[in-house]
Structure formats: C-alpha cells, structure tokens
C-alpha cells in the first residue's frame, strides 16, 4: 500500500471510530434521561395513589376543596407527549399544594390522624419527584447539550437523537401573588 492509501485508511479509521464513540456516548445519556424519568414517575405514580384516599378523606369536611382535588384526580391521566405527561404532573402538583394551603380553614381537618397521615405522605413523595425533577433535569440539560454542541450535533442529526423537555413549573406556580410567608 501506498503512503496515500495509509493516511486515507488511518482518516477514515478514526472518522469512524469518533463516530461510534460519540452515538455510544449519546446513547449513554438518552438512557440515563430514561432511567431519570422512570424514577420521576416512581413518584409520581406514588403520588396518584394517595390522591383518591384524600380526596375521600376531604370529602367529609370541606366541600370546595374536594372539586379542586376530583379536577387534580381527573388530570392525572395526563398526555400522550412527554411534554404534556411534564405539564400535567406539574399541575397537579400546584392543584395539591393549594389544597394543603387551603385546610388550614378546616381545624376538625388538620386533626384527623387521617389526614394528617396522608399529608405526611403527600409531603413525603412530593420532596422525593422535587428530587427526581432536578436528577430529571440535570440529565436532560447533559443530553441536550451534547445533542447541541459540535461535532456530537451532527451525529445525533444522523442517529435521530432529538433535544427532550425540560420539566419546569407552570405559568401559574410562578406567581409571587401565591407565595405564603
């Protein structure tokens, strides 16, 4: 072989093993944006569970507050998008957090070891999806960054490897208004 033939041979080598090592590395971190929210939805699926058991306990004391959770409970189905599934579990997570705020209107309530349990609870898993939200996040924002920046951009093109969404609080869980001191 020639000289030419050599440094062609050694370019298209190392072309191709840049190439799989790169769609390797993106393949890595699209399955740990998976594993990331598989936990999140661990959670989540915690969380629906407890939802019917205190709305049933809320039932006997507080009217208002009840429809407010039976509309949680009713959007908890969710989308068929990851991006509609993110947006609709953070409804619910304002919907819950309003209620929670909103008992304290109701002492015979907030007495009920029933409740009180169950809010234990719902405070429990709602501290573990804030902590998967952010491993979720972290992992996503490592994932579009890569799929975004040279030369991984031009593999993830090739592989069909596309930036996915942020989970991010809603427009109405931004609002100071809201905020409690």
Same mark, same amino acid.
């Given at each position: 072989m020639t000289i030419p033939v050599l440094i062609l041979v050694a370019v298209v080598?190392?072309?191709?093993v840049s190439f799989i090592a790169i769609y390797n590395s993106l393949v890595s971190l699209r399955n740990k944006?998976?594993? &990331? +929210?598989?936990? /999140?939805?661990?959670?989540?699926?915690?969380? %629906?569970? *407890?939802?019917? /058991?205190?709305?049933?306990?809320?039932?006997? !004391?507080? &009217? %208002?507050?009840? $429809?407010? *959770?039976?509309n949680v409970t009713a959007r908890r189905m969710g989308g068929e998008t990851l991006? &509609?599934?993110?947006?609709? $579990?953070?409804?619910?997570? !304002?919907?819950l957090s309003k209620v929670m705020v909103s008992v304290e209107g109701y002492p015979d309530l907030k007495a009920d070891t029933t409740f009180l349990d169950l809010q234990r609870q719902i405070v429990k898993v709602e501290d573990d999806i804030a902590c998967a939200r952010r491993y979720y996040n972290g992992s996503v924002r490592e994932y579009n960054n890569r799929c975004e920046t040279?030369? +991984?951009?031009?593999?993830a093109r090739l592989a069909g490897h596309r930036a996915?969404?942020?989970?991010?609080? &809603?427009?109405?869980e931004r609002s100071v208004n809201d905020i409690v001191f």
């Open positions: 080598a190392i072309g191709l944006v998976r594993e &990331a +929210y598989s936990t /999140m939805d661990v959670f989540l699926r915690k969380r %629906h569970d *407890l939802i019917p /058991m205190l709305v049933t306990t809320v039932k006997g !004391y507080a &009217a %208002h507050e009840v $429809e407010t *959770l039976e991006s &509609a599934v993110l947006d609709t $579990e953070t409804r619910i997570s !304002y919907a040279v030369p +991984y951009n031009f593999v996915q969404p942020m989970f991010r609080a &809603a427009d109405d």
